[in-house]
């Protein structure tokens, strides 16, 4: 699906006032160089090129089978490209440097695993490990940020088995907010909440200060509040 030409007229507009025009030459939070992937016989990906800026939001669009999940997959390193490259912050994506870059990012995919217990010892678990203990105080906000994303607070005791397909993307969401990742990468972030809860949190992402967005999604809605939306051909 294509953005309409009103769209990328908008979105060329905007981005030039708050992206390259105002920030250092070469200062990416994401860039893919002409990267190539394919499975098997089949060509998933052939040549594709990205630039996101700090801060910017972008929608990801194109026809099913485009290679979008699959481009969103090579950026965290959890498939490796024919060819081409991906820099995070600047550095080059490796097996060597995967798992810090992992560090950076926040990853919320269209289908989250919640695990096992309640919805509220889901999104603490993060802060039991060493990497995260320095902003641990953030457990505090939950209340407070579930209630912004349309989470009642009830929910937080929920078995996380029990939760719908909108719960818990809304709760994948919440769990990347309390990290303070500076980019954050969402696979359909919409495709289950209905159309009052969409507009929610479309509204929250598009606003969020200071954070790079990478958004996979259909979503014409989401596609009007990015800077700019980036077809996969």
Not at 29 to 35: C, D, G, L, S
Not at 169 to 189: G, N, V, Y
Request: net charge positive; hydrophobic share 35%.
């Amino acid at each position: 699906m294509k953005a309409s030409p009103e769209i990328n007229q908008r979105k060329t507009t905007r981005q030039k006032s708050a992206s390259a025009d105002t920030l250092p030459p070469g200062h990416t939070a994401i860039k893919v160089k002409n990267i190539g992937l394919r499975f098997g016989e089949k060509i998933v990906i052939k040549d594709f090129s990205l630039t996101l800026f700090p801060g910017e939001k972008v929608v990801l669009t194109g026809d099913s089978g485009s290679g979008k999940s699959s481009l969103i997959r090579c950026i965290m390193g959890f498939c490796a490209p024919d060819c081409g490259e991906i820099f995070i912050n600047g550095t080059r994506l490796t097996p060597e440097s995967v798992w810090n870059l992992r560090q950076t990012i926040a990853y919320v995919p269209q289908e989250p695993d919640t695990g096992p217990g309640t919805l509220e010892q889901w999104l603490a678990r993060p802060f039991s490990f060493r990497i995260n203990r320095n902003i641990r105080s953030n457990i505090e906000k939950i209340p407070g940020l579930a209630r912004r994303l349309g989470l009642l607070p009830d929910i937080l005791k929920t078995d996380s088995c029990r939760l719908s397909g909108g719960e818990k993307q809304r709760a994948a969401l919440l769990s990347a907010l309390l990290l303070e990742r500076k980019i954050l990468i969402a696979d359909e972030p919409t495709s289950a909440l209905d159309c009052g809860s969409a507009k929610k949190i479309t509204q929250f992402i598009t606003d969020l200060p200071g954070v790079s967005c990478l958004l996979v999604s259909h979503d014409s809605k989401l596609a009007k509040k990015a800077d700019r939306v980036v077809n996969i051909p």
